[in-house]
Structures are given as C-alpha cells and as structure tokens.
C-alpha cells in the first residue's frame, strides 16, 4: 500500500505569543485599564512596530513583552517560556537567555567604557571570560561605527554613538528578541535615519527579532508589521513602504 505524503502545511511557531493581555493601574484611586484582553503573535525574524498616542500603554506593551513587568491578567508565552506562570527571578533567566534592549535614553553606566558598557550584560553569565566577551564586544563595537571610540566614557560620545553602545550591548548576548523602546526619540533627524538603518541592518544580518516601539509613523513604516495600540487593543496596518528585503 502505497502512503501517501502529507501535505498540510507547516505553520511557524510564534516567538512571541500573548493571549488575554490586560493590565489595570491604579491612579487617584481610580482603576484604569491599559491593556484589554490584547492578543498578539509575532514570529522569528520579524520586524515589528508600535504605535499609539502618548499616554495609550505602548510602553506598558513593550515592557510586559519584554518580561520586565507582569500582566494583570492574561497568558504570554516568550520563546517557549510560559512567562505568566514565572516567578521574577525566571523571568531575569529568560531575559538574559533570549532578550536584548534598546532604551530611549540609552542607560549607559557612566563610569564605564564604551567597551565596559557593551561587555556589561555577559558579567551576569556564570560561564564569563573576561577575553572572549572583550573581543565579542570589540567586533560589536567595530559593527556599529565606534571600533575608535571603545575607551570613551558615555559623556564624551554623542547622542547617536551612545545609543550605537547601547545596540551593541542588546546584541552581545545574541538574544532572540531586541526590543526598543522609542530609539531615535532624543536624536536629531540625520541621526535618527542612520540609528534606524544600522537597527534594520543588524536585525537582518543577526536573524533577530526586532520589536520597537515608535511616535515616528515613518520608522513604523518601515518594518514587516504595524500595530497600533487603541483602547487597549492592537489594530494591525499594511506597512506603506512594504517588508524590507
């Protein structure tokens, strides 16, 4: 008896996958609901941006995504981990197994190196060389454009080659995920443009998955996915310029 083949269609697993997401807070005695109910899947490799009007949870979003802060209610699923069912501790584990993140203001340390600020989240791994996670950061810093500022304490780089440290800090672990939260908001334009590019660029070329969120509907643009949080929910949108190749 001849069997034949299959031919249902495999379907991707989800990096990320959030069911139920709701978050209250309380403020001036009042219960307000940020999140409702939101449901959410994005897939490896994706290019994913939020939007949304200031004060609508975008960043709220970001950090529950990003295990940094725990939902009210609702199931989130990270890398395969159930991270709703994690205690904080479990949860560091996942963020330093399979996160990286890029903030708006940088959070460099100022009294260390360009090189020690990108070096600094491999110290947190029990396995840490000191020479192995030099000459990874040295080739990150080299990836982002500062292979001469390596020395540099933060107050001496400038706003774009701070957060060039900080890229290459996000991606010293070689995480899964980068998320990023506003990444051009205190940069000028030109800046801004090239931050965005070396961002998209370094996601191809590492295989990540970049997450951001953004007031910029032309950064938005630009990546596979748009979402939009309104009322507590996400409404996806086409990108206008397409997927990037």
Request: hydrophobic share 40%.
């Amino acid at each position: 008896m001849v069997q034949l083949a299959s031919t249902t269609s495999i379907m991707p697993q989800a990096i990320i996958s959030a069911h139920g997401l709701t978050q209250h807070i309380q403020l001036h005695n009042k219960n307000l609901t940020i999140l409702s109910g939101l449901d959410l899947e994005i897939f490896a490799g994706e290019q994913v941006a939020i939007t949304g009007r200031s004060g609508s949870g975008k960043s709220t979003l970001l950090g529950i995504l990003a295990t940094l802060d725990q939902a009210s209610a609702g199931q989130l699923y990270v890398c395969g981990e159930p991270i709703h069912e994690l205690n904080e501790e479990q949860r560091a584990n996942v963020r330093l197994k399979h996160i990286g993140f890029v903030f708006q203001s940088f959070q460099l340390l100022p009294h260390l190196s360009a090189l020690e600020n990108v070096m600094l989240p491999l110290r947190l791994h029990r396995d840490f060389h000191y020479k192995e996670a030099e000459h990874k950061a040295l080739k990150l810093l080299e990836q982002v454009g500062l292979a001469d500022q390596t020395g540099q304490t933060p107050k001496v780089l400038s706003g774009g080659e701070q957060q060039r440290v900080a890229i290459a800090r996000a991606l010293i672990t070689e995480p899964d995920i980068v998320f990023a939260d506003e990444p051009t908001g205190n940069l000028d334009g030109h800046t801004a443009t090239e931050i965005e590019q070396l961002l998209f660029d370094l996601n191809q070329a590492l295989g990540t998955t970049l997450v951001l969120v953004t007031h910029d509907p032309k950064l938005a643009a630009q990546c596979q996915r748009h979402f939009e949080l309104v009322d507590g929910q996400l409404i996806e949108h086409s990108s206008k310029q397409g997927v990037r190749a």
